[in-house]
């Protein structure tokens, strides 16, 4: 069985600020890992995925994200957050044909 | 480029009504998934095909239905609709039936009365 926990359902950050997006997963083999994006009312976004080789994924809109297996986490990072970054997050993970994903992180940027 | 085409965008039935949503994937792509997104809730699979015949399954309920046709569209099929069927519906596509690559369509909002 795999699940995905994301840690915090709402973070805030002022804008420039560091965005971080927590991620940890538990899966009994080496999963896929994504990020996604929705913003209000439209559908899922594929902001970065990481399958195999380097563990330091870039994505869309500056944002990254980097595998640590021994930490069991795929935590997403922006340097610098954006007002446009306001929306929710997923992390999801793949294992065999299976794909489930966390509760959603929802990014407030204030101004 | 062309993406996942879902229609209708939005559709509001009545309770024990019936509901059929389509999706058009991606050009060439020839597997195709639905998800069920509850208010305020992350996305569930509920099944997927591939090459015209179910792959996968996962948490639709048995009022649900889908199909894949000859051109690879395909459409779920929703009766006896329910309250807590209110969601958004995604469609994705991925070729080959490869999970790792899915493309996500912009969702059809189902809202029941």
């Known amino acids: 069985a795999q699940s995905v926990t994301q840690l915090g359902s709402h973070v805030s950050v002022s804008e420039g600020a560091l965005v971080l997006l927590r991620c940890n997963y538990s899966?009994?083999?080496?999963?896929?890992l994504f990020w996604y994006v929705q913003y209000p009312n439209q559908g899922l976004q594929l902001l970065l995925k990481y399958t195999t080789g380097a563990t330091l994924v870039k994505g869309i809109n500056g944002f990254e994200a980097e595998f640590k297996k021994s930490e069991t986490s795929f935590h997403l990072t922006k340097p610098s957050a954006h007002m446009s970054d306001a929306a929710e997050y997923f992390c999801?993970?793949?294992?065999?044909?299976?794909?489930?994903f966390g509760a959603g992180t929802r990014l407030t940027v204030k101004p | 480029a062309a993406g996942v085409i879902q229609s209708p965008r939005h559709l509001i039935k009545e309770k024990r009504e019936t509901a059929t949503l389509k999706c058009y994937p991606i050009?060439?792509?020839?597997?195709v998934y639905w998800y069920q997104q509850g208010p305020g809730q992350d996305p569930q699979f509920l099944i997927s095909f591939y090459e015209k015949m179910q792959s996968d399954k996962g948490s639709i309920p048995d009022r649900f239905s889908a199909q894949q046709f000859s051109d690879y569209h395909s459409e779920l099929n929703m009766s006896s609709l329910e309250l807590g069927d209110s969601a958004l519906y995604f469609c994705?596509?991925?070729?080959?039936?490869?999970?790792?690559?899915?493309?996500f369509g912009p969702g059809t909002r189902l809202t029941v009365t």
């Open positions: 994705a596509s991925s070729s080959t039936g490869s999970w790792r690559e899915q493309y």
């Open positions: 999801a993970v793949i294992n065999n044909n299976d794909m489930r």
């Open positions: 050009p060439r792509h020839d597997t």
């Open positions: 899966s009994s083999v080496p999963p896929y």
